[in-house]
C-alpha cells in the first residue's frame, strides 16, 4: 500500500523518533518497536542500532527477564542501510530458532526466517507483544493514529517515555478536546468547555476517534500537577469506577 509523504497512511501509530533521540547516523530517523505487556506499553526502543537481540538473556538488546516462555536469545531485528546515505534502510525480524517461536502478524516464523516489517507490525514472543512503526518525516508532528488501535493510556505512556513537551488531540464522536505535556508529564486539559482535572476525567474516558500528538516550542500553563502520569490515570479511573458504582 503506498503513502502519501504529506499524510501518511496509519494502522497503528507513527513516531518521529529524531525528536526523541539526537544520532550521527546518516539515516538520521529510525523506527520505534513498542514494546506491549497485557495489552499496555511498557517501553518504546528506538531502533537506531544494526542489530537488535530480544530474548530472556539479561544481555539481550530488549532483555525479557521475566518471560519464561521466550529463550535466551529469542529473536533479532536487523537494520539494512541502503546503499546511499539519504536511504533510510530496511527491517527485518528474524527468528533465532526459539523454543516457542516467533509470531508475526500471527504468522509463526520459520528459524533463521528473514522477514521484512512494515509499519503497524505487530509480532509476539512469549507474553510480549511488539509494534513496529515507523517514522513522521515532517513538521512537528510526532505521534498520531487511531484510538481503536492504541488507548489513550498507551499514548500518554509514550508522550512520558520521551519526555515531550506537546499537546495530545483526540477527535472523535464521543467530543474532542487536548492534553497539554512538559516534558512527559501532564500539564492541563480542555474537554468541552472545563479545564484542568475536570476535563481530564472525561478525556481519559475517550475510546474512539483520532489523535495527534504534536510537539509544542514552549512549555504550557500547570492546571495539573502531575508527578507521575500512570498514577494520575489509574487514580482518576477508579474515581470515575466509583462514582459509576454509587449511581448504580
Known amino acids: 500500500m503506498s503513502e502519501s509523504p504529506d499524510v501518511p497512511t496509519i494502522k497503528t501509530a507513527q513516531l518521529d523518533v529524531e525528536a526523541a533521540r539526537q544520532s550521527t547516523s546518516s ?4 523506527a520505534t518497536l513498542l514494546v506491549l505487556e497485557s495489552g499496555h506499553v511498557k ?7 544494526s542489530l537488535v537481540v530480544i530474548g530472556r538473556s539479561p544481555t539481550a538488546t530488549i532483555p525479557l ?8 536469545e ?5 537494520l539494512d542501510l541502503g546503499p546511499s546515505e539519504s536511504d533510510h534502510g530496511q527491517y527485518f525480524l528474524v527468528d533465532l530458532g526459539s523454543t516457542n ?3 508475526l502478524n500471527g504468522r509463526r516464523l520459520r528459524p533463521q526466517e528473514r522477514c521484512l516489517l512494515s509499519d503497524g507490525d505487530r509480532f509476539a514472543i512469549g507474553s510480549h507483544t511488539f509494534v513496529f512503526v515507523l ?3 515532517s513538521g512537528s508532528k510526532f505521534l498520531t493514529g487511531d484510538l481503536s488501535r492504541i488507548s489513550i493510556f498507551d499514548v500518554i505512556q509514550v508522550i512520558e517515555a520521551n519526555r515531550l513537551t506537546a499537546s495530545l488531540t483526540v477527535r472523535g464522536a464521543q467530543g474532542q478536546g487536548w492534553l497539554g505535556f512538559n516534558e ?3 500539564a492541563d486539559c480542555e474537554v468541552s468547555g472545563l479545564r484542568g482535572l475536570a476535563a481530564f476525567r472525561k478525556f481519559v474516558t475517550f475510546t474512539e476517534g483520532f489523535f495527534d500528538v504534536e510537539r509544542s516550542a514552549s512549555p504550557f ?3 495539573i500537577t502531575a508527578t507521575s502520569n500512570t498514577s494520575l490515570t489509574l487514580n482518576t479511573l477508579r474515581e470515575l469506577d466509583e462514582a459509576s458504582a454509587e449511581l448504580t
Open 221 to 223: 500553563p500547570v492546571m
Open 74 to 78: 529469542h529473536a533479532q531485528v536487523v
Open 184 to 186: 512527559g508529564l501532564i
Open 43 to 49: 517501553r518504546t526502543h528506538i531502533l537506531d542500532e
Open 27 to 30: 539515516i538520521g530517523q529510525f
Open 65 to 72: 527477564s521475566s518471560d519464561a516462555v521466550a529463550s535466551r
Open 135 to 137: 517514522p513522521l518525516r
Open 101 to 103: 517461536g516467533t509470531f
